[in-house]
């Protein structure tokens, strides 16, 4: 069963960084594209960064040039650096299949930026 266990959320101030983990139990992890989403209360959750099997990287304008996303086949685990956090990046993080997410998901890392 298909399974992802995100960890490394916290509290951060404007400015500061944080660095996500996700290990991934699932077969072929090399095979698959992976990404990291986040959902804030009352929005829906959106995409914030792709990671192809080939290591090409994506992200929206509203991360871009501040969040990176990086995986490590070896570990099964994909990570996100996450700099220059702003309040609107508030939000629980999770990981997945991109571009059709798996329907197991996890239980997320709370991501929480206030001064």
């Known amino acids: 069963q298909v399974q992802f266990v995100e960890s490394g959320g916290g509290l951060v101030q404007p400015g500061g960084s944080l660095r996500l983990s996700c290990a991934a139990s699932?077969?072929?992890?090399?095979?698959?594209?992976m990404g990291w989403y986040r959902q804030a209360p009352g929005k829906q959750r959106e995409l914030v960064a792709t990671?192809?099997?080939?290591?090409?990287?994506n992200y929206p304008d509203s991360v871009k040039g501040r969040f990176t996303i990086s995986r490590d086949n070896a570990k099964n685990t994909v990570y996100l650096q996450m700099n220059l956090l702003k309040p609107e990046d508030t939000a629980t993080y999770y990981c997945?299949?991109?571009?059709?997410?798996?329907?197991?998901w996890g239980q997320g890392t709370q991501v929480t930026v206030s001064s």
């Open positions: 997945n299949r991109v571009p059709t997410a798996d329907r197991n």
């Open positions: 990671i192809t099997k080939g290591f090409s990287t």
């Open positions: 699932v077969l072929f992890f090399s095979r698959i594209d």
